[in-house]
């Protein structure tokens, strides 16, 4: 399952110190399978916040979209990954995670915003090692609490941007 452990510390935290829109902005620094490095200097911030990107949009459905975005906390000690989900997801489901077919634990939603919901889940060895070792990873997201939407995601980069986020 993922792991938990000061989420609601690392998560106010970390929307104070570093937010990117739905459709990330920044400069992109390099490109690394399918994920990009972007980074950007957010107001009131003195150095220059980097996050490891990627989205998506449901295969079969077009207006259903995710970004994925790898960041370290603020104290630099670890890494989280946070998932932009669109307005309009049932918010009880939560985000759930697949890696090449294996069910890695659901979270739920910690705040909606005025471009999607945020799920935060803090990044430890095991689950940066199974995304690492992955190709594919699907997020699964609801719009009813029967139906399910999963969202494919390439891993194919993934491994070489996560070691070299600044």
């Known amino acids: 399952m993922m792991h938990f452990s000061r ?30 490095i972007r980074c950007d200097t957010p107001p009131g911030a003195k150095n220059e916040q980097c996050a490891l990107i990627q989205s998506v949009t449901a295969d079969d459905r077009p207006n259903v979209g995710l970004t994925i975005i790898i960041l370290k906390t603020a104290d630099q000690k670890g890494r989280l990954m946070r998932v932009l989900a669109p307005l309009g997801v049932l918010l009880p489901k939560g985000l759930g995670l697949k ?45 009813t609490p029967e139906e399910g939407i999963g969202i494919p995601v390439s891993l194919n980069g993934f491994a070489q941007g996560y070691d070299k986020l600044p």
Request: net charge negative; aromatic share 10%; charged share 20%.
């Open 7 to 36: 989420l609601a510390i690392l998560v106010s935290v970390l929307f104070l110190a570093f937010s990117f829109p739905a459709r990330a902005q920044g400069v992109v620094k390099s490109v690394h399978g399918d994920w990009q």
């Open 99 to 143: 890696v090449d077919g294996t069910d890695i634990g659901r979270v739920g939603f910690v705040r909606c915003l005025p471009n999607g919901c945020v799920a935060d889940v803090e990044m430890d060895e095991k689950l940066a090692g199974q995304l690492k070792g992955g190709k594919d990873a699907v997020f699964i997201i609801f719009q």
